[in-house]
């Protein structure tokens, strides 16, 4: 009866570890520019100017010459997903919120537990490419 229960105190820190723990993150430190990003659960959010649909475009170039290969997209209303692996066979994942007119924010995890500096690079590629 331990057991269980000590495994399920465990699984709930753990839970609770993983929802709740965010960092920001400096988008440029070069620029000396205050944006900031939130890296929360393994995504990494950024807002970045633009429409998703210029984004999107630049997106999917950027992860292509990146060597990415694209396995999918999904356009909604509010929000593009583009689904994508990398060597490994590691999952990653762009989603291209609009925020604001003529802002919008991405959300991007590679693997099942994200990766916060090949998030990054990503999002530098995409905002450099805009």
């Keep these: 009866m331990t ?16 929802s709740a723990c965010t960092t920001p993150v400096a988008i440029d430190p070069v ?18 100017d633009g429409e998703p649909g210029p984004i999107f475009r630049t997106a999917i170039r950027v992860l292509d010459e990146a060597g990415y290969y694209r396995t999918g997209e999904l356009h909604k209303e ?9 060597v490994g066979d590691e999952k990653v994942l762009v989603r291209i919120k609009a925020t604001d007119p003529g802002f919008s924010e ?13 998030s990054q690079s ?5 905002r450099d490419a805009m």
């Design 78 to 86: 509010t929000a593009i997903t583009i689904y994508a692996r990398k």
């Design 31 to 48: 620029s000396g520019q205050e944006q900031t990003a939130n890296y929360q659960s393994g995504y990494f959010y950024a807002p970045i």
């Design 122 to 126: 990503i999002y530098a590629k995409i």
């Design 3 to 18: 057991a269980k229960v000590s495994l399920i105190s465990i699984l709930a820190l753990i839970t609770v570890l993983f």
């Design 106 to 118: 991405l959300r991007i995890r590679v693997g099942a537990f994200g990766n916060l500096a090949e």
